[in-house]
């Protein structure tokens, strides 16, 4: 019942924000933002019954992408009391109520584990980072949207009365790829101080697409400081380095899970 509440509330707020984007009318911000807090409030409820099982943790491939959307969902909801993020709802919105959908119906297949203090702060800020960078990825694809429609000459659209300028748009992408990059860094770090024996555990090929993702985004950073790269380039770097981390995150489990059933 929480699961579909939420599915409900995250499809109503996606609605809302896609028809401010590309319909004819706008809807009140609180219309998108009431049933995102509601939707938040019965995701963590159902999150806490689903992955507290017994004293251990249930961190099965779809509980992970749960998670990740329920950490997206909230931080976008908690600075969005300080930055214009609502037109993030348009994408984000839809695909979170998907992946809950898809992980309503699909087996769980890995068992609960118990987890070290340690591991639980590693795979927190794993996920954290991997859900900063769904941010700034989403970021990336509306200045993108927002680059073609005045490439265009498409200034009067619709899109373009209701984004920020393009260069807010350009420097927020490049705040939430800092932010993610930190955290990214930050993971990577304690994943190697706290994972026992990398081999056994079958992480090794995650880690080495976390590493190449990792370069990608140190990569673009460094030309957007120093060389002055930001446009196109800049967001094809950060899809390119996204798409690494989906499969480092998402592949690798899928595989180890569902083709291996390694839990």
Not at 35 to 53: D, E, K, R
Not at 167 to 193: D, H, K, N, P, Y
């Amino acid at each position: 019942m929480l699961l579909w509440i939420t599915i409900i509330t995250y499809l109503v707020s996606g609605y809302k924000s896609i028809n401010n984007v590309w319909g004819k009318s706008e809807s009140p911000l609180w219309q998108l933002y009431a049933p995102a807090y509601i939707g938040l409030a019965a995701h963590t409820a159902q999150l806490v019954s689903a992955v507290s099982i017994d004293g251990m943790l249930q961190l099965s491939l779809l509980n992970t992408i749960s998670i990740c959307v329920w950490l997206t969902i909230g931080v976008i909801l908690l600075s969005a009391l300080t930055k214009p993020l609502h037109n993030l709802f348009t994408f984000l919105m839809p695909a979170g109520a998907l992946l809950l959908i898809i992980a309503f119906f699909a087996p769980q297949l890995a068992e609960p584990k118990p987890y070290s203090g340690a591991m639980v702060f590693h795979i927190f800020i794993a996920l954290l980072s991997a859900s900063i960078m769904v941010i700034a990825t989403l970021q990336a694809a509306l200045v993108d949207i927002q680059t073609n429609a005045l490439h265009d000459h498409h200034i009067n659209s619709r899109i373009m009365k209701v984004l920020p300028p393009l260069q807010s748009m350009e420097r927020l992408m490049f705040e939430w790829l800092m932010v993610g990059f930190m955290l990214l860094t930050v993971a990577i770090i304690t994943g190697g101080m706290f994972i026992e024996n990398i081999f056994a555990q079958h992480l090794l090929h995650k880690t080495i697409l976390t590493i190449i993702a990792w370069a990608f985004f140190a990569t673009l950073i460094f030309g957007h400081f120093y060389l002055g790269w930001r446009g196109q380039r800049a967001s094809r770097l950060i899809y390119t380095g996204f798409g690494f981390l989906l499969f480092a995150f998402v592949g690798s489990k899928f595989v180890l899970e569902y083709l291996l059933k390694v839990s």
